[in-house]
């Protein structure tokens, strides 16, 4: 299994961009590149996921490096909504199981 | 179009006793998957099963946990003889049989032994 890697907190400020890194040093070149969320008591909320190519959806958008050894998530404009722990994922192409990583608890400060 | 549901959304036991938690996927979906989550933790994968097929059965404990997703009904995760340990929340998850597609969850199962 790939192992992934994001740091524990970080904290922004409301309205301001909100830049999630992801650390997936041992990804194969078939493992999709996942991102949940979860708010407390609730289960993971999917947010966006890519392969090779960055991703934007109405949520967030993602930034995959060339190497594709790491990824960023990208919230434009963080909101109090978007405090939750933030999982990076990877999912084999092949196969189907989702590996999550050790999470990131974003705080959004007013 | 419901999501994937599970039940009990909550359910106690006292340890020794068995604690059966159910899982409806998505419509159209024949993959699930099982998470736990330990209090203050992150998602540890579980065990993977398709129709009437477990697939990747490698984060199960070896002993008192099984799963099983028969062709009619839903997937039920089965924990024998609970023990204060297995207090925790147990995610389920679904996907269409679709390669690469993400999967959706539930909103999880809390197991209480007490």
């Known amino acids: 299994d790939a192992k992934t890697t994001q740091p524990n907190s970080m904290e922004s400020n409301e309205e301001e961009p909100v830049h999630l890194p992801c650390n997936h040093s041992?990804?194969?070149?078939?493992?999709?590149i996942h991102w949940y969320r979860q708010l407390p008591s609730q289960g993971p909320e999917y947010v966006i996921h890519g392969l090779t190519s960055n991703v934007n959806n109405r949520m967030a958008s993602l930034a995959i490096a060339e190497d594709r050894k790491s990824s960023t998530l990208i919230l434009h404009r963080a909101t109090l909504r978007d405090a939750a722990v933030y999982y990076c994922?990877?999912?084999?192409?092949?196969?189907?199981?989702?590996?999550f990583g050790t999470g990131t608890k974003l705080q959004v400060i007013p | 179009n419901a999501g994937v549901m599970q039940n009990p959304r909550h359910l106690v036991r006292r340890r020794g006793q068995e604690a059966r938690l159910r899982c409806s996927p998505m419509k159209g979906h024949s993959h699930v998957y099982w998470y736990r989550q330990l209090p203050e933790e992150g998602l540890k994968f579980m065990v993977y099963?398709?129709?009437?097929?477990?697939?990747?059965e490698s984060g199960m404990p070896k002993e008192r946990f099984s799963a099983e997703f028969p062709k009619e009904g839903p997937s039920i995760l089965r924990i024998q003889q609970v023990v204060r340990g297995d207090s925790a929340a147990y995610f389920c998850?679904?996907?269409?049989?679709?390669?690469?597609?993400?999967?959706?969850f539930g909103e999880g199962s809390w197991l209480t032994v007490v």
């Open positions: 041992t990804i194969s070149g078939t493992d999709y």
């Open positions: 994922a990877d999912r084999s192409g092949g196969y189907q199981k989702v590996t």
């Open positions: 998850a679904s996907s269409p049989p679709i390669s690469g597609n993400t999967i959706y």
């Open positions: 099963l398709q129709k009437e097929n477990i697939i990747d």
